[in-house]
């Protein structure tokens, strides 16, 4: 089935700096989906960006989706200690489907 | 308004017991998703509840079964339980059978000796 998938190297970036993530697809999508998890807890959602849409920000975060390229790519601008988290990007395939397909994350460790 | 809500948060079991875990939606979520992860495998899709009806499983043995009560409250059961099914589990509410955001609980660890 597809999935998404991050660039597998964890990141380590100072306070303040800014982090970018990728996450690429096999196949056509309705949306792409990030969520944050710390520690082994539960996903936080983070934004949610269509297919029919190419940028998307909320806060501090920039999501841009390439559905040519089938690759969408997460900014998190000014990091803070608290950002410190694994990234994950959700795809979901098909509309009136709930189901996602998880890439394995992406660490970013933020250094205070 | 209440988040997704998970009881118990943590479990041990022993191999081939049996285990149900609960899913408590956010308050007007009618849809409710299973997933377990683990460090090896990641984040899988296990199944997908809407209206009490199952709308999508993923690709797990017939060990993990699931049900929706008519509040929209979900459990899963994993009979006979092996070593490979400790993972952390997730459960997630949405508001309808659309995909929009998923919101997550805080999950149950099981673990399994």
């Known amino acids: 089935s597809q999935q998404g998938e991050e660039d597998p190297q964890a990141l380590s970036i100072q306070e303040g700096e800014n982090a970018t993530m990728n996450c690429s697809y096999k196949?056509?999508?309705?949306?792409l989906q990030w969520y944050r998890q710390n520690s082994g807890r539960g996903l936080v959602h983070l934004i949610l960006?269509?297919?029919?849409?190419r940028e998307k920000h909320s806060g501090r975060l920039r999501v841009t989706l390439d559905t040519s390229k089938k690759s969408s790519s997460l900014l998190i601008t000014a990091s803070r200690a608290a950002d410190t988290a694994s990234y994950f990007c959700a795809t979901a395939l098909v509309y009136g489907n709930n189901r996602l397909a998880f890439g394995k994350g992406n660490q970013v460790v933020v250094i205070p | 308004k209440a988040g997704v809500t998970q009881t118990p948060r943590y479990l041990i079991k022993t191999r081939g017991q049996q285990v149900t875990l609960s899913c408590s939606p956010i308050?007007?979520?009618?849809?409710v998703s299973w997933y377990q992860q683990t460090p090896g495998q990641g984040l899988q899709f296990l199944f997908e509840?809407?209206?009490?009806?199952?709308?999508n499983k993923g690709n797990f043995p017939g060990r993990f079964s699931g049900r929706q009560f008519s509040n929209s409250r979900s459990e899963m059961n994993v009979s006979t339980l092996e070593l490979g099914d400790s993972a952390l589990y997730l459960c997630?509410?949405?508001?309808?059978?659309?995909?929009?955001?998923?919101?997550f609980g805080p999950g149950t660890r099981l673990t399994v000796l």
């Open positions: 960006i269509r297919s029919n849409e």
């Open positions: 196949t056509s999508i309705n949306n």
């Open positions: 308050s007007g979520h009618r849809s």
């Open positions: 997630a509410s949405s508001l309808l059978v659309s995909t929009d955001t998923q919101y």
């Open positions: 509840y809407f209206s009490e009806t199952q709308r």
